[in-house]
């Protein structure tokens, strides 16, 4: 009952009028350029009241944010076919879902799901998977990684290069991508960081969607857009103290600052200027650049992190994932 009455709260401070009696009330001073209906969304959400994560230990945290975390997601897609899998990790089986949808290509992406390292599901991505399955006409792969702090780093990792080590092998006739939104981008990146090292097959694409790529978390955008815009600096702490575990290398656990990103797949990535990890989004996008990585950074101003799960119900966040979509289209089906 509180998801769907949450569901209906959110989809009608979306549209008219709440919409734009809610956005007045965000659209000011330094949220000026935000996007009118993320704007509403955000004052609605202020006026619910809902606890934040940071406030929960991680199981509850997991069951709150499988019912509640994505309001506006898009409406699930039909597929030509939906398996279930599982592949030898490491620390046990694990479980991938295969989307294929209607006139699939050859082409596959792996795709790992955000959550902090400590959130997340193939269910709860699966409206996100299937939508960009249907619209790039790829494989999709979603992975089931293990989270913190009952699995802690690199565990996440030794899964995603698992999973890709099996499929890459499978995959024979075309390209082959992996791809993840925030903590997702993290191990994005760093299955791109282990196929160097593995001698491996190489990701054709790397996408990383508002990736998390440092764990420092020094950057000025982090306290900047510390408060308000869904993900917050107390969550991104929380997130880090219960993937990582005590006493960890930050800087080592870093994408963003190993010491050489020479031979980085290309890459697409996405941020969004409204985003506590925006920052590190963007100085990655021109670290790879400046190493010699073919980069397409997309930003998008007006957008908060997370609006992958907005696409439903915001239409300049289900603009930018279209976008995205082409985008990924384009750079697998370039010969």
Do not use: K, N
């Amino acid at each position: 009952m509180r998801d769907l009455l949450f569901r209906g709260a959110a989809r009608a401070a979306l549209a008219p009028p709440l919409v734009h009696v809610l956005a007045r009330s965000r659209r000011r001073g330094a949220d000026r350029d935000l996007d009118r209906q993320v704007a509403a969304l955000l004052a609605g959400h202020r006026l619910l009241r809902l606890p934040p994560l940071d406030s929960m230990d991680p199981p509850h945290a997991r069951a709150f944010a499988e019912a509640a975390l994505s309001p506006v997601e898009v409406a699930p897609v039909a597929m030509a076919e939906v398996t279930d899998t599982t592949v030898a990790g490491r620390g046990g089986p694990i479980p991938v879902r295969i989307f294929v949808p209607h006139d699939a290509s050859p082409h596959w992406i792996v795709y790992l799901h955000g959550g902090g390292g400590v959130i997340g599901s193939i269910r709860s991505a699966e409206p996100a998977t299937r939508w960009i399955a249907a619209r790039t006409r790829c494989i999709v792969a979603s992975v089931e990684y293990r989270l913190g702090p009952e699995h802690p780093h690199p565990a996440a990792i030794e899964d995603a290069c698992a999973v890709w080590d099996a499929l890459s092998a499978r995959v024979t006739d075309g390209r082959l991508a992996v791809a993840g939104d925030s903590f997702g981008g993290y191990l994005a990146a760093q299955v791109d960081h282990h196929t160097i090292a593995a001698r491996g097959r190489r990701p054709d694409l790397q996408v990383l969607l508002y990736p998390a790529v440092d764990w420092t978390q020094s950057l000025p955008s982090i306290d900047r857009l510390a408060d308000g815009y869904l993900l917050t600096r107390a969550m991104l702490q929380w997130f880090r103290t219960h993937y990582l575990g005590p006493g960890a290398d930050l800087r080592a656990a870093s994408p963003m600052l190993w010491p050489d990103q020479r031979g980085a797949a290309r890459a697409i990535v996405v941020t969004a200027g409204y985003d506590p990890l925006v920052d590190e989004g963007d100085r990655y996008a021109e670290l790879l650049a400046r190493a010699g990585t073919e980069v397409r950074h997309r930003r998008y101003p007006s957008l908060i992190h997370g609006f992958l799960s907005l696409a439903g119900g915001v239409a300049a966040a289900r603009a930018a994932v279209d976008q995205l979509c082409g985008d990924i289209r384009e750079l697998l089906g370039a010969r």
